[in-house]
């Protein structure tokens, strides 16, 4: 079973476009985290949820929500979608305290907005 | 906001060579991590580094903690097909928000 999974893989959306991504783990974690990746590869965090509750927020965009409705799950939903949102965006998960040995990636989501 | 200075961006290397890639900032961490990025899928840990002046392999790879704790370099000999990807440095504090800074990764290409 694969640990942290996302989905869709995918997104290819209009601007202007609503669209939100879905974040599962399997492994106990409490901590829960979404990070983006832009074309230069860059991975910058964006949000951090400990049991529940947003812990870290990197300055993005309030059209980016975060709802986290158990411990397992961490989603994010994109508001009025622009082209620069264009990315891959990684969940992760964590026991708390960050123990950086166990942080897992899930698979990324590619989302392109034309 | 924080950055980590991953060199070099990009490596082309022959099947067998050895390569090495660093990680610096100019802020202290008290831990470096290196993770590897294959196409299409999320960062793997490769190593974990808690203590300055630490060195730890795993296999091939070998990692560093800088004694000023602000840098970090990984090393991995008789490069292989397999080791082509993204290896990423990242830091983490202690205080404050626990939060990864990643660098900007270095892309590795291996010419059989």
Not at chain 1, 54 to 67: A, D, G, H, Q, Y
Not at chain 1, 78 to 103: K, M, R
Request: charged share 15%.
């Amino acid at each position: 079973d694969t640990a942290v999974s996302q989905t869709p893989k995918y997104l290819v959306t209009q601007m202007g476009n609503d669209k939100s991504i879905k974040c599962e783990q399997n492994l106990g974690h409490d901590t829960m985290y979404w990070y983006k990746q832009d074309s230069k590869k860059f991975l910058k965090i964006m949000f951090s949820y400990n049991n529940k509750e947003l812990i870290i927020n990197e300055t993005v965009p309030n059209r980016f929500s975060p709802k986290s409705p158990d411990k397992a799950h961490l989603n994010l939903h994109i508001n009025s979608l622009e082209l620069g949102d264009s990315a891959v965006y990684f969940c992760a998960s964590s026991p708390w305290p960050i123990h950086t040995d166990t942080q897992y990636f899930g698979p990324g989501t590619r989302l392109t907005v034309l | 906001g924080q950055q980590l200075n991953q060199s070099p961006q990009s490596m082309f290397i022959q099947e067998g060579e050895d390569v090495s890639m660093n990680c610096t900032s100019s802020s202290i961490f008290n831990t470096w991590l290196w993770y590897k990025q294959d196409p299409g899928e999320g960062p793997v840990l490769l190593i974990a580094l808690y203590k300055a002046g630490e060195l730890t392999s795993n296999g091939r790879l070998t990692a560093q903690f800088g004694i000023t704790r602000k840098d970090s370099f990984l090393n991995i000999s008789a490069s292989i097909p397999s080791d082509v990807g993204i290896y990423f440095c990242a830091g983490l504090r202690s205080q404050g928000a626990q939060k990864l800074v990643f660098g900007q990764g270095t892309r590795l290409t291996i010419n059989p």
